[in-house]
């Protein structure tokens, strides 16, 4: 199987290298793909709709690339720190994902090309690990029909309301944790 990893850092040192050389240290029989965030150009959606009519995003920057890398996973995980909300980079990605299913008349139907995936989602800064429901709410549009923004009603791979107590503050071992569980 195929792991999208989504870096949602903006740097390339730090924790997110940290995890990067974890996942790789750990040898999954699955193969990664990273997708960096901070190696990426990516704008906001400018709402002009053009994607209605040709079901692609008239932007020239690197979200094609990323759209595609995202279908052709079996699974994805998404890794972000905290920046204040989430890095600016991630959410325009969101926001790209969205007009672009939205507007093709993808979004909510069985012809979504990434409905059903495998998604993990994680979110950390630099002293803890940290809520992710909030971006599970937001993602889980992509990958299911029917989908709450009240409630996170997708079954995502991770789930761990205590995950500072169990994994000692160390988003590393919690990841490392999930992955090892695929
Ligand atoms: C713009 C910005 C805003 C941030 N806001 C918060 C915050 O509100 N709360 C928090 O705990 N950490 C915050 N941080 C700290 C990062 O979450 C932390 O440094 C994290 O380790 C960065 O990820 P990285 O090491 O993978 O680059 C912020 C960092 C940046 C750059």
């Known amino acids: 199987m195929k792991i999208a990893v989504i870096l949602g850092s903006h740097r390339r040192e730090g924790k997110n ?3 990067e050389d974890m996942l790789i240290g750990l040898n999954l029989e699955h193969e990664l793909d990273f997708i960096r965030m901070a190696d990426t150009h990516i704008f906001g959606c400018t709402t002009c709709y053009e994607c209605a009519k040709t ?3 008239v932007l020239d920057d690197d979200f094609e690339a990323i759209y595609k890398k ?3 996973a079996d699974m994805i995980f998404i890794i972000t720190p905290v920046y204040a909300i989430i890095p600016s980079r991630l ?12 507007a093709s008349g993808l979004l909510n139907t069985e012809n979504n090309p990434l ?3 495998k998604v993990a989602v994680f979110s950390y800064c630099s002293s803890q690990i940290c809520d992710e429901k909030d971006i599970k709410y937001i993602f889980q ?5 029917g989908y709450s923004f009240d409630a996170v009603n997708y079954r995502y791979i991770n789930d761990c ?3 500072n107590e169990k994994y000692n503050y160390n988003i590393c071992e919690y990841i490392k944790n999930v992955a090892l569980a695929l």
Do not use: Q
């Open 17 to 19: 290298k940290e995890i």
């Open 115 to 117: 409905l059903g995936k």
């Open 91 to 102: 959410t325009a990605l969101f926001e790209r994902l969205t007009s672009l299913l939205f």
């Open 161 to 163: 309301p205590n995950a």
């Open 141 to 145: 549009k992509f990958v299911m029909t």
């Open 55 to 57: 079901n692609k995003c």
């Open 70 to 72: 995202l279908i052709a």
